[in-house]
């Protein structure tokens, strides 16, 4: 009974989601923050369909979560008590929505058939990036949607990318943007077998990196011990 319930429902799902297909035309899925989206909606109906109106919607939605030390009272001991809960929020920072035909009072019908709508956004300028982490994430949705009166609306839906490069120029601290160093030493043994000591002097051009920028590292290594370095590597860490 409830394989049966659940291939009915995927079966119903397949079929709401044939019925409305979105297309972009720019089949990478990327895009910058100002870019103009374009794509199609097509429909395919195997007999005269009734609908209020035809949309497609774009949504930036921010999503976060995290552990974190909760303080609260405890009414039975009298006294304040710390405990770890779940904190998260939801928000969409971009939301818009495009009429292709209908939305107005009242019903329209269309025919059997296929049917295409074309579409153009053009994006806000001033968007964050698409963003994933153990944290949280920055997700873009296009979203296309037959309202359907009294019945259940035929949807579909595609994850596309935004890529937002910062402007280093905006930045409003300028110690960001100055040269930074990093130096440490080891010495090899200790007290009368301590050799020499290795030093590492790294020096970066700035503070503040942006990405798919060439990192130009400058490097100088000092061995005073009578130990020899089999090489130097260097590793780069986004901490969160």
Known sequence: MLMNFLMDQLHFRYKRMSQCKVWLDNYTGQYYPGNLIQGKVILNFNSETKLRGIKVRIVCHEHTEWMGEESYYDSTRNKHETRMTQFRGDNDAFATELILHGGHSGTTSLPAGQHMYPFSIVLPTNLPGTYSCD?????????????????????????????????????????????????NDKTICCWCCAQGPISLDVELPRKTLTPGETVNITARVSNMSNTNLEGVRFKLTQVM
Do not use: C, H, W
């Open 135 to 183: 944290e949280g994430n920055i997700t873009y949705k296009l979203i296309s949607i037959v309202d359907r009166p009294m019945a259940f609306d035929y949807q579909d839906e595609l994850i596309f990318v935004v890529v937002a490069p910062i402007d280093l120029n905006l930045i409003g601290r300028s110690d960001l943007l100055e040269p930074t160093s990093y130096s």
